[in-house]
């Protein structure tokens, strides 16, 4: 299962991660979201586990305090859900001259 867990302290590391969701259950992976131009926290992540501990995880972790920030944590949804659709880029306009 993936988890997606918001609201994180830019402090916040990997292993910070895996260490509160490991009192859950076996940790496959925990990442925190970096910023590629300034290499900095985006605030988010996602950490990966088995079905029953992931929603042990979400459960006894949703609204409860990580280094002083209090943690929005959910099943993570595809791509495309939380984006509200494709992302291809739309060109023309439907309008065409015609000489």
Known sequence: MKIYVGNLSYRTTDSDLADAFGQYGEVDSARVVMDRD???????GFVEMPDEAGKSAIAGLDGKDLQGRTLKVNE???MNDSRGGDR??????GYRRYE
């Open 76 to 78: 993570a949804r595809p």
């Open 38 to 44: 300034t290499n900095r926290s985006r605030g988010f």
């Open 88 to 93: 291809r880029p739309r060109t023309g306009g």
